[in-house]
C-alpha cells in the first residue's frame, strides 16, 4: 500500500494522457539513466539538486517524483516541493517499479532536440490528432507550426522543428496506416487505448470507414472545425478537447452504447 505521499506506478498510468495529469519529473542519476534510458511518457529530467528554489514550471502543479526506486532522492525533492508549497507525491518503487510493471516507457533517442514539430496548414484529422498525441504523452510543452506545404521541410531546417505528415518525413504515413500510428510505434506507446484510438484515427484519415464505426463521426467532425476556424492553433485547441473525450471514450467507454426510451417501439 503506497504511503501518504505516494502513488503507484498504476495510478498514475491512469492519469497520463489526461488534460490535467500531473507533472512528472525525472530526478535520476546520471549512472541510473545510463542503466535504463528510457522516461515514462510525458515525463522530463532535472538533477535533484535543482529544487532549492522549485523551478518555475513546477509552481502551481501537481507534481510526481520519479528517481530510480523511489527512495532518498525522490523523497527529498517532494519534501522540498511541498516545503513551497506545491503538491508534490513520490512514484512508489520509482522508475525500476514502472518497468518492472511492463508500464509504457520512451527511449532517449527517440526524443526530437527540441520541442517544436511542424507540419502542412488547414489540419483535418491526422494533423490535429498528433498534436494531441504528442502533448499528452511524449512532450507536454510542445510548440506546432502549421505552414504552407511546398515549406514545411525548408521550416523544419531553419527552425530546428521536427517535420510531421509530409511525404519523405519519417514521422508520417506508411503503408496503409497514418502519421499518429507511427508516432506510437517510434515512441512505443503500446497502450490498448491508444491502439483503439489509432483505428478509428487511421480510419477518418486514409477513407477507410469499413475499419471503424467511429470514423465517419470524427471526420465530420474535424471538417467541421476546419471551416469554422480560419486559425489553426485555434482549430488545434479546440480539436485538443475533442481528442481528450475520444481518448475516455477508448479507454472507458467504448463498451458502452445508447438506447432510450428502453424497449420503445420501432
Given amino acids: 500500500m503506497p504511503g501518504p505521499n505516494q502513488i503507484t506506478p498504476a495510478q498514475l498510468m491512469r492519469l497520463i494522457g489526461l488534460p ?23 515525463s522530463f529530467t532535472l538533477p535533484h539538486d535543482r529544487f532549492d528554489p522549485a523551478p518555475t ?17 525522490s523523497e ?13 507525491q513520490v512514484l512508489e518503487g520509482g522508475s525500476m517499479a514502472w518497468a518492472g510493471a511492463g508500464l509504457p516507457m520512451i527511449a532517449f533517442k527517440a526524443l526530437p532536440p527540441t520541442n517544436l514539430w511542424v ?33 514545411v521541410q525548408s521550416v523544419a531546417d531553419r527552425f530546428n ?11 508520417s504515413h506508411r503503408g496503409d496506416t497514418c502519421t499518429f500510428d507511427s508516432l506510437i510505434t517510434e515512441f512505443a506507446l503500446h497502450i490498448d487505448a ?18 471503424s464505426p467511429q470514423a465517419a463521426g470524427l471526420l465530420a ?28 471514450w477508448a479507454r472507458d467507454g ?10 420503445r417501439s420501432v
Fill in 20 to 42: 490535467d495529469a500531473p507533472t512528472i519529473v525525472d530526478i535520476r542519476i546520471a549512472e541510473d539513466l545510463t542503466a535504463d534510458p528510457r522516461l515514462i511518457p510525458g
Fill in 57 to 73: 514550471n513546477l509552481l502551481g502543479q501537481k507534481v510526481i517524483v520519479v528517481c530510480q526506486k523511489g527512495r532518498k532522492l
Fill in 76 to 88: 527529498g525533492v517532494a519534501a522540498l516541493l511541498r516545503s513551497q508549497s506545491i503538491d508534490a
Fill in 119 to 151: 507540419t502542412r496548414h488547414r489540419p483535418k484529422i491526422d494533423r490535429i490528432a498528433c498534436p494531441w498525441l504528442i502533448r499528452r504523452f511524449i512532450d507536454p510543452t510542445a510548440r506546432f507550426l502549421f505552414v504552407a506545404p511546398s515549406e
Fill in 161 to 171: 522543428a521536427t517535420p510531421f505528415d509530409i511525404e519523405d518525413c519519417f514521422y
Fill in 194 to 211: 491508444l491502439q483503439r484510438l489509432a483505428l478509428v484515427v487511421r480510419a477518418a484519415d486514409t477513407d477507410r470507414h469499413d475499419l
Fill in 221 to 248: 467532425i474535424s471538417v467541421g472545425l476546419s471551416r469554422q476556424y480560419r486559425d489553426d492553433l485555434e482549430q488545434l485547441a479546440v480539436g485538443m478537447t475533442i481528442y481528450d473525450a475520444l481518448y475516455r
Fill in 254 to 263: 467504448h463498451d458502452e452504447g445508447h438506447d432510450w426510451p428502453v424497449g
